[in-house]
């Protein structure tokens, strides 16, 4: 591919590629051991659940696709036609094309068809706008960009312009760089209704609203990027604040409007947890292991009122809901982490605190959000925490990593 002078260029390539349908084209700009891989997990899957449904069982697909020796299999399932790919080739003609080839079929099934089912499965067609690049290396680069999200609420589709926040790694080879497939292209999620066509929905047709493009975020001002300490240090003191228990210190480095969130929030799940008790005995009582609760963003003050005095074993100091109502939103932010991440127990948020987080980078998205990159050993890939300017300076917004909602767990204390 010509005109790949840096990571970006080739990401914003690859993204034009898709837009256009131009598959050929998509592959070039990917990295042949993610097109291998790719080849591997789908190849994999569509002989396990082929292998299932001829025994008569139910596709679920079984074992790590990876782990399949495809040539092993092809005596019992090679002559199967797959239906999700165009003239449904057999599995022995798509394990006989290479990698490029095979993406470029893969492409195909997985892209063409799924907006006429379910938009919200849309991928080609979504709205993209590239942030920055942060370095690792001379080999790898992570490209920070914008997607366009969707989701149904009430039967009506509801687009978030510009977007979620997604990575895509993007790594040098002998003839340039090259992206790495990430959750938003190659995704073998994706690939699904090819692979579990009997559980395809198929929804109601439903009428996407029209789309306004927001405008391009303004630069950063220069004092804004020299100021100190930078996003990169403030992310630095939070996970070692994190790793000390230091939630006072944590705490300070949140957001103000982060944290009003926060207490708002987890407040009405406590009252939905608290007012949940019997749902969840008969739950137990009939071997269920998950309760869903729903709730508001927020607590009303006379729902409030009503659940004040329900009891938090986890919060040995403030106990109550009511308590923890009381609390300023900083102040039950460091209640919350030190319930979360300091008691003891087969939870997420007990061994958090072992990870070693080692920050990669930060990228600027207009004057007042910038995203520092990390890694951290929960994932493969990078990890991100945004943060946003507040009078203070930089702050966090938090993560799926520290301060996730999940990583507290109220139903360990269920007798």
Not at 127 to 137: A, D, L, P, Y
Not at 209 to 238: D, G, H, K, L, Y
Request: net charge negative; aromatic share 10%.
């Amino acid at each position: 591919m010509s005109g790949q002078g840096s990571p970006t260029e080739t990401v914003r390539g690859a993204f034009q590629a898709l837009a256009r349908r131009e598959w050929s084209a998509l592959a070039g700009f990917v990295d042949s051991q993610s097109l291998e891989s790719l080849r591997q997990d789908a190849l994999g899957m569509l002989i396990l659940t082929t292998e299932q449904r001829l025994a008569g069982e139910k596709a679920e697909g079984g074992y790590n696709p990876n782990e399949v020796v495809i040539a092993d299999h092809l005596a019992r399932v090679g002559s199967q036609q797959v239906k999700g790919f165009r003239n449904h080739p057999t599995i022995e003609k798509l394990a006989s094309l290479s990698p490029r080839e095979f993406f470029i079929e893969w492409a195909d099934a997985t892209y063409n068809s799924q907006t006429k089912d379910d938009p919200t499965r849309e991928v080609v067609g979504l709205f993209r706008r590239i942030v920055g690049e942060v370095g690792v290396n001379a080999e790898t680069t992570y490209v920070v960009y914008r997607r366009e999200s969707r989701h149904i609420e009430m039967s009506e589709i509801k687009i978030n312009l510009p977007g979620r926040v997604m990575i895509m790694p993007v790594v040098k080879s002998r003839d340039g760089w090259r992206i790495k497939f990430n959750d938003d292209i190659g995704w073998s999620i994706d690939f699904g209704h090819v692979v579990f066509p009997e559980g395809r929905y198929r929804s109601p047709r439903i009428e996407i609203p029209p789309r306004v493009v927001p405008p391009e975020p303004p630069a950063p001002r220069r004092e804004r990027i020299s100021a100190s300490p930078t996003p990169v240090q403030v992310v630095e003191s939070a996970f070692a604040a994190f790793n000390r228990h230091d939630w006072e210190m944590l705490s300070g480095l949140v957001h103000p409007a982060v944290l009003r969130s926060f207490q708002q929030e987890q407040l009405s799940f406590f009252a939905a947890w608290g007012q949940s008790r019997e749902e969840r005995a008969r739950a137990k009582g009939e071997g269920l292991g998950v309760v869903m609760y729903s709730y508001e963003d927020s607590l009303p003050a006379e729902v409030l009122a009503q659940v004040a005095d329900i009891e938090m074993p986890l919060f040995s100091r403030h106990p109550r809901i009511g308590d923890l109502a009381r609390l300023s939103p900083q102040e039950f932010f460091q209640e919350w982490c030190h319930a979360a991440y300091e008691t003891p127990g087969d939870n997420v948020g007990a061994w958090k605190g072992g990870f070693e987080r080692e920050t990669i980078g930060q990228v600027f998205e207009g004057d007042s959000l910038a995203h520092v990159l990390y890694r951290t050993p929960r994932l493969s890939a990078a990890d991100r925490m945004s943060l946003q300017w507040s009078d203070g300076g930089w702050r966090l917004m938090l993560n799926d990593d520290i301060g996730w909602r999940g990583d507290l767990s109220l139903d360990r204390e269920d007798p």
